[in-house]
């Protein structure tokens, strides 16, 4: 049967859908050449439009041992899909793709032979592909992990950079259960206020392989609009309410993700012609910023409003460049410790 070789299989890979008839094949066929074979696929269509159900009843009907397909009758979001697959799924391991991404043939092993020897880690993620319109997965630019990737509790680095990304993630069926569903209410960024979650519940591995690709479509969130980057601060500003227990690291760390969230928002209404309104924003961003303890986030905020997104991004280039010479000099001091007296 295909590698089938038990009821309940290992991994759920869940794949949530939404007028993707063009492009969802992509995605299955990425999980159907994988390495590792002990899976199932639970694909989620969001009350496609188009004809999507055609293609979902295709694979249904030829793989009908490894993939099943739900069809729901409302559009509720990405969260909402992605919960009902996960009710729906049997694996031991819940592994993510979104209908436009695609994984490569190493992804479900890599993350099944991490988590089977590393025990004490909740969930593990990994590198990325990040693919131009019409590329395939072989080709694109490898983006890596801020820092190279961390394990452990990796909760105040995902503040400060998203390093999981989504296509990447597998995560233990009793960890997911600690941290609850997904945020069906949250419109944008659901799946990083979950890692944030499931950060805060268990360590999380880091698994040093490109096994994933996403493709470019995606906007960041410094390229966003308004009406998105919104999203984004009411999620922060949801979490510092809500969270209970953050240390004041992650507390600190949470502050400068909202902070961050907030200028970005800022330049969004900016590039849409409010940029009066935008200088307000940041003006008050940067005083916000000063008296929660980040000065080098009140001075980007304070920089943005005077002199704008480019004058920022000047400012973010001369900061990597710090950033980089201090690292080199890091690595020699440390490289020479066993010549020092």
Known sequence: MDGWTALMPRVSVIIPTYNRAHIVGEAIESVLAQSYRDFEIIVVDDASTDNTHEVLDDYARRYPDRIRVIYRQINGGTGTARNDGIRASQGEYIAFLDSDDLYLPNRLESAVRFLDDHPEYGAAYAEVRHLG??????SGLWVAAHGGGRSGRIFAALCDHQMMTTPTVTIRRSALERAGPFD?????????????????????????????AFRAARGSLCRSGSRSTVHWVRLGDNALRSYRGLTRSERRALQ??????????????????????????????????????????????????????????????????????????????????????
């Open 256 to 341: 400068g993700w909202c902070c961050r969230a907030r200028i970005y928002h800022a330049l969004a209404l900016w590039r849409e012609g409010d940029g009066w309104h935008a200088r307000v924003r940041l003006l008050h961003e940067s005083w916000v910023a000063l008296r929660s303890g980040l000065p080098l986030l009140a001075c980007d905020a304070a920089v943005a409003a005077l002199g704008g997104e480019r004058e920022l991004a000047r400012l973010w280039r001369a900061k990597r460049r710090v950033r980089t010479v201090i690292s080199a000099a890091a690595a020699v001091l440390t490289s020479s410790q066993g010549w020092l007296p």
């Open 133 to 138: 319109l019409g590329a395939t997965a072989s």
């Open 184 to 212: 069906e209410q949250i419109l944008s960024g659901q799946d990083s206020e979950m890692w944030w979650r499931v950060a805060r519940e268990t360590p999380i591995g880091y698994v040093d392989a490109v096994v994933a």
